[in-house]
C-alpha cells in the first residue's frame, strides 16, 4: 500500500527547516539517551514529530529515520500501526469517541454519530476553524465509566450525545472544560510532547493525575469480601481463589 493511500503524503519528503532541525535533533538526543539501543526511542520521537506538526508528517518520518538510521519503510510501519500517530493534522482537541462495543451499546455509536452532525465533519475529520478533530477509537480500558469520550487522551466519563456536544461547543468557544479524571487539558501538541516524554510543567499538573475511581474499585472491594450496595451477598475469596457466599 503506497504511503498516499495509507494517509501520508508522498515521500521522499523535506527536511525540516535547519532551526527547526537543530531544535528537534536536540531533543531527539535527550530521547535517545534514555534507551540501551537507539532505536527503541522510535515511538517517544514519533510522539515528538507530533507535538511539532501536529501529526506524523511525511518530513517528521525522514527525521525519526535519520536520527534512528532505520528506513523511512521502518519509520512508517511502526507510525501506521499505532493509532495514537494521527496521519492528518489533528485539531488543537483531539476528540475520540469511544465506539467499541460496551461503549457503543450504552450510548457511543449515538454520541459519534450526533458529534459529526453536529461539527458538520466525518471520522478523522478537522473543523474548519482548527479547534477539534474527531475520530471513533477503540476500547479505552474504561468501560466501567461507558460510554467514554477523551479529549486528547482525558477522559470525559460517562459521556451522552448532550454533554459531548456540550464539551465540544465549550473547547470551541475556548471555554475552559476538565476531564473526569486526570490532569487539565493541554492542546494536542503539548499532549503530544508529554507523551514523548518530557516533564509537564504545569503547577500542580502531575498531581492531577488521581487514581482509580470507585467503579474501577468495585471489583477489588468484591474480592475482599465487601458487600457493595446492590449486590446480593459478599463474597469471601479463599487464599485458593475460591469464592463462597457470605
Ligand atoms: S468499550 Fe469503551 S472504554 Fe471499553
Not at 460496551?102 to 473543523?127: M, P, R, S, W
Not at 465509566?145 to 477523551?150: G, L, N
Request: glycine content about 8%; hydrophobic content about 40%.
Amino acid at each position: 500500500m503506497s504511503n498516499v493511500e495509507l494517509g501520508l503524503p508522498a515521500l521522499p519528503a523535506k527536511p525540516y527547516p535547519p532551526e527547526v532541525h537543530q531544535r528537534l535533533a536536540a531533543d531527539a538526543r535527550q530521547l535517545i539517551a534514555r534507551y540501551p539501543q537507539s532505536r527503541s526511542a522510535l515511538l517517544p520521537l514519533l510522539h515528538l514529530v507530533q507535538a511539532e506538526e501536529g501529526f506524523v508528517s511525511a518530513t517528521g518520518i525522514r527525521f525519526c529515520a535519520e536520527q534512528l538510521e532505520l528506513t523511512t519503510a521502518e519509520v512508517t510501519a511502526v507510525a501506521t500501526f499505532y493509532s495514537m500517530y494521527r496521519r492528518r493534522p489533528a485539531g488543537q482537541y483531539h476528540v475520540g469517541v469511544c465506539t467499541n462495543t460496551l461503549c457503543a451499546v450504552l450510548g457511543g455509536d449515538q454520541i459519534f454519530a450526533e458529534l459529526k452532525e453536529h461539527l458538520g465533519i466525518g471520522n478523522n475529520e478537522t473543523t474548519e476553524d482548527g479547534a477539534v478533530s474527531l475520530e471513533h477509537i477503540e476500547c479505552n480500558a474504561a468501560c466501567d465509566y461507558a460510554p467514554v469520550v477523551m479529549v486528547n487522551w482525558e477522559f470525559f466519563d460517562n459521556q451522552t450525545p448532550d454533554s459531548a456536544k456540550q464539551l465540544v461547543d465549550d473547547l470551541r468557544a475556548g471555554r475552559e472544560v476538565r476531564p473526569t479524571r486526570g490532569a487539565r487539558l493541554c492542546t494536542f501538541k503539548e499532549t503530544a510532547r508529554l507523551l514523548a516524554g518530557f516533564p509537564d510543567e504545569r503547577p500542580g499538573a502531575v498531581d492531577e493525575s488521581g487514581a482509580g475511581g470507585a467503579p474501577s474499585l468495585a471489583g477489588l472491594r468484591l474480592a475482599k469480601g465487601e458487600q457493595l450496595p446492590g449486590t446480593p451477598g459478599a463474597r469471601v475469596v479463599s487464599p485458593r481463589n475460591e469464592g463462597t457466599e457470605a
